[in-house]
């Protein structure tokens, strides 16, 4: 051990996956589930948790068992732990939270073909102990989330007048001629958005692609 | 040699695991996930049948299951339309019955509502379709449990889709016979432009999505003819 579980390289693990490289952002990973789900938040947040918990977890089984898996198979391996997560976390759902999961439909099961839960397995699981893994998991999720979460509130709220389900547009304007803006509920909509986060956020962290 | 077992022991180990893990899980969740499917295929009668106050979206599962205990009422019937006594839906097995809901403000029939499964594209759809108490205008269409593709086929779960049948008529007065609803491909304001009275055997059809279209029209029709038999003795034409 020696180390203690925030240290400076910790935070540096975590900073990475929620700013420095976030998957969406820099790594650009997962754009296809972020225009899917964005159309209202709360679809964003349900996918948001499953897969930050789906990343955290397979991150940390995947650490554990590093050492011992045939690297020929790995990338079976790897998927099988993915699955049997995603397969938990859609379970749940239909569980507790019926109606979200008949929302989100094939996405929970699309958690599977998430790139950024296989890039981190690759990337970071494979070498790393199970603390740094988890810690890595959940940062990348979280920075995953953020980015969905930003985009759900702007298309909702746009798109629909809504935030959460709740009117949150002042009906004076749309009696003035306001009309919710149908193109935040397409996947264009999505996509400049995308554009604009993307750009947004590596002009801050002084990123760029050369 | 040796790397090879290991590799096969490996991923034996591993498979085992996960099955036992999510069989377990599968089997611990299964109540509460029928409870929820079960309440689903009411609030979606109750849906189909455009209750005069409709069911909120927020209201508890308890106070849903009492709208539909006092409002719907469950029928049995067989081939020849009709009602068996004593035989509840829950107990058909047999292809020859049919359940039928039918909605009731006080004693007065407001509706008549019945399940329409069939093939979609890639999956089978399931909905239910109400008639009003004429039984051949459409008083509503839903669809609740599908596995076409987001955004394509599965259009058919959304709202526009499913107004489009609303008013439609599945008896045509002019040929006085069942001409039950078909999807276009197409616009029914464009296509039956001059024809008010045949357009109303059609909806819009969804962009992309012709084969799924194509479904819900052999679906609409195979379910409706098999509760004809009964219909037919209701209606007063």
């Known amino acids: ?210 | 040699m040796k790397q090879n077992t290991y590799t096969f022991l490996f991923a034996t180990i591993i498979c085992v695991i996960s099955a036992v893990l999510l069989s377990g899980i599968s089997e611990g969740l299964k109540e509460k996930q029928k409870l929820n499917e079960e309440l689903d295929v009411k609030k979606n009668i109750l849906k189909a049948v455009q209750l005069q106050e409709p069911v909120d979206s927020k209201m508890k599962a308890a106070e849903v299951l009492n709208v539909y205990e006092t409002k719907i009422e469950e029928l049995v019937i067989d081939e020849t339309g009709e009602i068996v006594e004593g035989k509840k839906i829950s107990d058909i097995q047999a292809q020859a019955f049919y359940p039928l809901y039918v909605y009731k403000e006080g004693d007065q029939i407001m509706a008549y509502a019945f399940p329409i499964v069939g093939q979609g594209l890639w999956s089978t759809l399931y909905g239910y379709m109400a008639l009003e108490a004429d039984v051949t205008t459409v008083r509503g269409v839903t669809f609740y449990k599908h596995g076409e593709t987001p955004g394509l086929g599965g259009e058919i779960e959304k709202e526009w889709f499913q107004n489009n049948f609303k008013g439609k008529t599945i008896w045509s007065t002019q040929e006085n016979k069942l001409t039950p609803i078909a999807v276009l491909k197409g616009k029914v304001s464009e296509m039956y432009k001059d024809d008010p009275e045949g357009g109303k055997h059609y909806v819009d059809g969804i962009t992309a999505a012709t084969l799924t279209g194509n479904g819900v029209t052999d679906l609409i029709d195979q379910s409706v003819r098999h509760y004809e038999p009964y219909f037919s003795k209701q209606r007063k034409i």
């Open chain 1, 1 to 210: 051990m020696g180390e203690s579980l925030l240290s400076k390289k910790n935070q540096k693990i975590v900073k990475n996956g929620l700013w420095d490289t976030n998957p969406v952002t820099f790594q650009v990973l997962g754009i296809c589930s972020a225009l899917a789900v964005t159309t209202q938040v709360k679809t964003a947040i349900v996918l948001s948790i499953g897969l930050t918990v789906v990343t955290a977890f397979s991150n940390v089984v995947i650490s554990l068992i590093r050492n011992f898996i045939p690297s020929n198979i790995r990338i079976i391996v790897q998927l099988t732990v993915v699955s049997a997560l995603v397969i938990t976390v859609d379970q749940i759902l239909k569980a507790f939270a019926y109606d979200v999961s008949k929302q989100l439909s094939v996405f929970v099961g699309l958690i599977i073909t998430n790139c950024i839960v296989m890039g981190r397995l690759e990337a970071f699981a494979m070498g790393n102990p199970p603390w740094k893994s988890f810690l890595d998991g959940l940062a990348n999720g979280l920075g995953y989330s953020g980015v969905l979460v930003l985009i759900g509130i702007i298309r909702e709220i746009f798109g629909a007048g809504t935030l959460l389900g709740f009117h949150v547009m002042p009906p004076a304007f749309y009696a003035n001629g306001y009309v919710n803006n149908g193109m935040m509920l397409l996947a264009p909509g999505a996509f400049f958005l995308l554009g604009v986060i993307v750009w947004v956020q590596r002009s801050i962290s002084g990123y760029s692609e050369s």
